[in-house]
């Protein structure tokens, strides 16, 4: 019988990336005992490689800017299926959160009178993205690691969460084992927060670590919480192509934002043939105008390379298939361009963005101050996840909440970049000082000691089918290689219940899995654990596209090309049913107050 | 066109362990954590390594390649001989956990023995502060820092002495001239540097600056001016003078 070593907290929060670990320092300041679970070492996570900024309304570039107009278009971007209360919590709330960053010691970028300096983003009206040349998650997270590890938090690194633990109907913890050794674990805990990421790792090209294998919203799913919104998979435009094994590696929007333009192999900035109805007021109708917005003045709209994101990348794999792509089935995107407007523009482009500079010359040889990119979409985030209340973070499961990129809602159909980081912070906060309420408010909870030894028992179950059976590796990437062919940026019935057919052979074979040598540091192991998890996101994903007849923001349905006014209205929810099966249905948007449909039509 | 090449990576774990050589294909533009990868997906399964990012962001691939500490997701593939087997070990001065994961848990550790930031009071009455993009500058280069641990990996007084008792480092010391020289910190840290993290210990020799991924001028920008720091109130007997007055 499998041994658990033991702890107990108020609040348990799993994932120390920006969301959880902004929730554990908002429980410790409210007075509660803290421990924090994650899978790499601290700092790690994914949140450190965020690169463009944070987005928030300050107004230090443009007055103009307030949480109104952020609000609008995070709606706008969400195509309308947001979580409304989200997001005016989240435009609210940001600029608080940023300057709380720097009380803790982040130093941003400044404007000339030395305010934080704020930059353009796809989507976003003003500029409104605080950042740190091009590692703003660097900065956020360290800021954020170095004030918690004072705040008086317990963390347990390179420790997997294996399944939450109940107590009747209430949360009452976690178990999970570490991965130094392979021990077994249960964090006994009165409220928990998830704040484990992402589901990258579910497609081929990502950029994706392997932390990102949808752990947070299979524990949740298994728990019985509801799921919203899984068919939105954001594909980020500029991923990098080439050479092959640095493929889906991010090249930051700010890249555009700073003034890079797409172009395809005849040297046509093709974004210009292609503009959204509901962007059409906003968008530069010359390339002239399009380098002013870029370069700050107020008077010029936005160029169409800063469409939102899900636009993009369909107009760039429309270029590619269309035979108009770049060498290596990419599009060019250039910075170098801007030499003819800009005096020293070498020594500019590399101060901006110093580590694309950086990446592109050790990665690829290319000096992006001299030459184009070669990009093309990469899997990039997921802005479905757990189904929560707005104000509180509060999942269906009493003592359960959620933040960060595993929370659903303040997203929609589609996310504004610099939005996910301002998210963490806006509702890692919320979540941590509600959980700390919770605590607060409720009663010891027990643990199951049965239900811990079969969570052990089929952890360590790969051992006993040994090294000579299925090869956990290769699941995975047969399963990364349906999804990416099947349920990828445009999508169709017939290919996605193929998938369907596809994710039920993977879920025998994944059964089947084995590993072999000991629990100690063993990768193997590890990815044979994380394919159950893969699997149920990556069904729900394809369920959730499957049921949802229309085309809106980041899904394309080439069965179904246009939107369609009645699915406008409503989210889908993926929940496992008694019958232990995966149920899909939609549901309809809370009706939104008048206050701020007014913002919206005001902004329109 | 790949190549085939020999990777001699080292197996084991605290009890033990030694090189064992696996052969790989090497194709164009490949980094040497995709050659382990390759390796570890088709012949060692229960191979152990940490990786993130895989693109130079988030420290943690350090390892000793041909010798030399390095990430192995920003090790090309292309600059190595591949005529000679490509040795593959872990960071010396840290515990190995197994095969190539080392035990860096002292680092977060030591960290905690400086102390935090501690802002000055706003300068404007909405709670928000001034600063000169300049003054911003001579910082970010320390927060550049991606903790990967090279530079400790390298540094004779920990992998020679092991003084990690006595001596953080040069990356805690890169993190403590960014809080020092930090323009909105309030705290005193030069009292710690000298006694209890002895700066003293570090007699320049360069080699952190060196492996430094990020380029950080850890000894003259960061080192050297907390050493003065620590001159100029210790030892410069004007301004000793000056203080007693
Ligand atoms: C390359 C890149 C660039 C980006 N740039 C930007 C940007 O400029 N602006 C922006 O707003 N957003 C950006 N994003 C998106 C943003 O960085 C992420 O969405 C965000 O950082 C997610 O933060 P998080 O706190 O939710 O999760 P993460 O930071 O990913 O943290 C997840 C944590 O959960 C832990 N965890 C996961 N599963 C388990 C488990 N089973 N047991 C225990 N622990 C677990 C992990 O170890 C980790 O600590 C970018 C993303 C990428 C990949
Ligand atoms: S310069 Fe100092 S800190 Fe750096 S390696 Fe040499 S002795 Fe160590
Ligand atoms: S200072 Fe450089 S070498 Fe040292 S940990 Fe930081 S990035 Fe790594
Ligand atoms: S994997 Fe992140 S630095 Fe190498």
Redesign the interface.
């Known amino acids: 019988m499998p041994e658990f070593q033991r702890f107990s907290y108020d609040v348990l929060v799993i994932g120390a990336g920006g969301a959880g670990l902004r929730a554990a320092i908002e429980a410790a300041a409210n007075g509660v005992t803290v421990g924090v679970v994650c899978k790499?070492?601290?700092?790690?996570?994914?949140t450190?490689?965020a690169e463009g900024g944070i987005a928030a309304a300050l107004a230090n570039v443009d007055d103009r800017d307030n949480w109104r107009v952020h609000f609008a278009d995070t709606m706008r971007g969400g195509q309308y299926l947001n979580n409304w209360r989200m997001a005016e919590l989240h435009a609210k709330e940001a600029p608080e959160c940023v300057?709380e960053l720097?009380?803790?010691?982040a130093?941003?970028?400044?404007t000339k009178?030395?305010?934080?300096?704020q930059r353009n983003f796809g989507g976003h009206k003003y500029p409104r993205l605080a950042h740190?040349?091009d590692?703003t998650g660097?900065?956020m997270i360290?800021t954020l690691q170095?004030?918690g590890?004072?705040a008086g938090m317990e963390v347990h690194?390179e420790c997997t969460v294996l399944s939450l633990l109940l107590d009747g109907n209430r949360i009452a913890g976690a178990c999970g084992y570490d991965r130094?050794k392979g021990r077994f674990y249960v964090w006994q805990a009165k409220a928990v927060v998830l704040a484990t990421g992402g589901i990258g790792r579910a497609f081929k090209i990502t950029s994706n670590?392997?932390?990102y294998t949808g752990d947070g919203l299979a524990l949740a799913y298994r728990a019985g919480a509801e799921l919203q919104d899984m068919e939105f998979v954001q594909f980020h435009p500029t991923g990098m192509v080439?050479?092959?094994?640095?493929r889906g590696?991010?090249v930051t929007e700010g890249v555009r934002g700073e003034g890079g333009v797409l172009r395809n192999k005849e040297g046509r900035r093709f974004m210009f043939d292609d503009i959204p109805e509901l962007y059409k007021e906003q968008t530069a109708d010359s390339e002239d105008e399009g380098w002013r917005y870029t370069q700050g003045d107020k008077a010029a709209r936005r160029p169409p390379e800063l469409l939102t994101r899900d636009h993009v990348a369909r107009c760039i794999n429309r270029e590619v298939k269309a035979g108009r792509g770049s060498p290596h089935g990419g599009v060019f995107l250039d910075i170098s361009w801007i030499k003819e407007r800009l005096p020293k523009s070498e020594e500019h482009i590399k101060r901006k963005l110093p580590?694309m500079y950086?990446?592109f010359k050790?990665?690829?040889d290319l000096d992006i101050t001299k030459e184009p990119m070669e990009v093309g979409p990469t899997t990039h985030y997921m802005m479905g996840g757990v189904r929560l209340d707005g104000d509180s973070q509060a999942s269906t499961i009493p003592g359960l909440f959620a933040a960060g990129e595993v929370a659903a809602g303040l997203h929609g159909a589609n996310r504004l970049g610099g939005n996910s980081l301002s998210d963490l912070l806006v509702f890692g906060r919320r979540a941590g000082r509600y959980a700390a309420a919770f605590a607060k408010a409720n009663g010891q909870v027990g643990v199951d000691e049965t239900g811990l030894q079969t969570a052990a028992e089929a952890a360590l179950a790969p051992f006993e089918r040994g090294?000579s059976a299925e090869?956990?590796?290769?699941v995975q990437?047969d399963l990364q290689e349906a999804m990416q062919n099947l349920v990828g940026i445009v999508r169709t019935e017939s290919e996605m219940e193929q998938a369907l057919e596809v994710i039920g052979q993977l879920r025998v074979r994944a059964e089947r899995v084995g590993?072999?040598?000991?629990c100690?540091?063993?990768?193997?192991?590890h990815?044979a654990i994380d394919l159950g998890n893969l699997l149920i996101v990556s069904e729900a994903v394809t369920r959730a596209a499957l049921l949802r007849k229309e085309s809106r923001g980041a899904q394309f349905r080439e069965d179904f090309p246009g939107k369609d006014a009645e699915w406008g209205k409503h989210n889908i929810i993926v929940k496992r049913g008694a019958d232990g099966e995966m149920h899909v249905e939609k549901r309809l948007l809370p009706p939104m107050p008048e206050e701020l449909k007014a913002v919206i039509e005001e902004m329109k | 066109m790949a190549t085939p090449a020999t990777f001699r990576i080292w197996r084991g774990n605290s009890a033990g362990g030694g090189f064992q050589d696996y052969s790989a294909a090497v194709e164009e533009g490949m980094v040497v954590l995709d050659a382990v990868h390759h390796i570890q997906a088709q012949q060692a399964p229960d191979l152990a390594v940490r990786w993130n990012c895989k693109a130079g962001k988030c420290g943690s691939c350090s390892a000793e390649i041909n010798g030399m500490p390095k990430l192995m997701c920003m090790t090309r593939l292309s600059d190595i001989d591949l005529n000679e087997p490509v040795t593959i070990e872990p960071m010396h001065t840290f515990p190995v956990i197994r095969d190539l994961v080392t035990d860096v848990s002292w680092n977060f550790k030591a960290k905690k023995t400086i102390k935090q930031f501690k802002p000055r009071p706003p300068d404007a009455p909405d709670g928000t502060w001034r600063v000169q993009q300049a003054d911003v500058e001579r910082v970010q280069e320390f927060r550049k820092c991606i903790e990967c641990f090279l530079c400790q990996d390298v540094c004779h007084v920990l992998r020679e002495h092991h003084k990690q008792d006595e001596f953080i480092g040069p990356r805690l010391l890169v993190h403590a001239a960014a809080l020092e020289m930090h323009p909105l910190d309030a705290e005193d840290r030069v009292s710690d540097l000298r006694r209890l993290h002895n700066i003293g210990y570090c007699n320049i020799t360069t080699c952190c600056r060196q492996v430094c991924p990020e380029s950080i001028t850890i000894t003259e920008n960061a080192i050297i001016p907390l050493k003065e720091r620590v001159v100029d109130r210790y030892f410069d007997p004007l301004k000793r003078l000056f203080r007693i007055l």
Not at chain 1, 113 to 117: N, S
Not at chain 1, 242 to 246: A, Q
Not at chain 1, 520 to 525: A, L, P, R, S
């Open positions: 790499s070492l601290l700092g790690k996570a994914h450190v490689m300057r720097e009380a803790w010691g130093l941003f970028d400044r009178d030395g305010k934080i300096l740190v040349g590692r660097l900065e360290r170095d004030h590890i004072h690194m130094e670590s392997w932390e080439w050479p092959i094994s640095v590696i991010l580590s950086h990446q050790q990665l690829a090294s090869n956990p590796y290769q990437y590993v072999g040598g000991n100690e540091y063993n990768n193997g192991w990815t």
